[in-house]
């Protein structure tokens, strides 16, 4: 079965830490997406990568980084930068940029 | 910056009624998607409706897009207990995507 694959569901972080969030897709999309939603909030960009060893900057990317060295896997790292890092973080791909977007079932991220 | 917002913000029927909800947006757009989520999940995709065309439907799901009021509206008929989720429409501009932050629909049994 063709998917997209976040692990892990669930990940505590103390203070001053970096996480890494994992996002794998088998889909052969090029494009794939990190979004943060909070409570009751809709998505917010964070980065986007296009193609292989290219990514471009949402709304929200300070004090996050990620890479795209395979066309499969586009792994978000949260460092200790970001202040809020408390939220429920969604990777999506598509075969091309504006065409429907596929989800992962996310990973909720507590700080403690 | 989110680029649609749906209207309203919570939305309770009984099962078998229908359910509307509305977005609107700001910029232009190359088309314009609906999605749903479950709690605590990912969206699915349900429909992508482009901004060349009208109305489209899909099964229980009917969505319009009028661009010169920049809004469209997601219709689900017949609405059941499963379709309790929030909705949520995403815009296209150029290269990402925009989402709105949702209607919360409740359909009681």
């Known amino acids: 079965d063709g998917g997209i694959t976040q692990s892990p569901k669930y990940l505590f972080r103390k203070e001053g830490q970096n996480v890494t969030l994992s996002c794998e897709q088998n889909?052969?999309?090029?494009?794939m997406y990190w979004y943060r939603q909070d409570p009751g909030q809709g998505l917010r960009l964070i980065y986007y990568?296009?193609?292989?060893?290219?990514?471009q900057k949402g709304d929200i990317a300070e004090g996050y980084s990620v890479s795209r060295e395979k066309k499969e896997s586009f792994p978000l790292t949260v460092t200790s930068a970001q202040k809020n890092p408390t939220a429920f973080y969604l990777c999506?791909?598509?075969?091309?940029?504006?065409?429907?977007?596929?989800f992962g079932s996310g990973t909720r991220l507590t700080v403690v | 910056s989110q680029q649609g917002e749906e209207d309203p913000q919570a939305l309770s029927i009984q099962e078998g009624e229908n359910a509307t909800m509305n977005c609107s947006y700001k910029?232009?757009?190359?088309?314009l998607q609906w999605y749903r989520q479950n709690s605590g999940r990912g969206l699915v995709h349900l429909i992508l409706?482009?901004?060349?065309?009208r109305e489209k439907h899909s099964g229980r799901l009917r969505v319009t897009l009028d661009t010169s009021k920049k809004s469209s509206s997601l219709l689900i008929t017949a609405s059941r207990a499963a379709d309790t989720a929030s909705y949520f429409c995403?815009?296209?501009?150029?290269?990402?995507?925009?989402f709105g932050a949702g209607t919360r629909l409740t359909v009681k049994p």
């Open positions: 409706i482009r901004s060349n065309e």
């Open positions: 889909l052969n999309h090029d494009a």
């Open positions: 910029t232009s757009i190359n088309n």
């Open positions: 995403a815009t296209d501009d150029n290269n990402d995507m925009r």
């Open positions: 990568s296009q193609i292989v060893n290219d990514f």
């Open positions: 999506a791909s598509s075969i091309w940029t504006g065409g429907g977007y596929t």
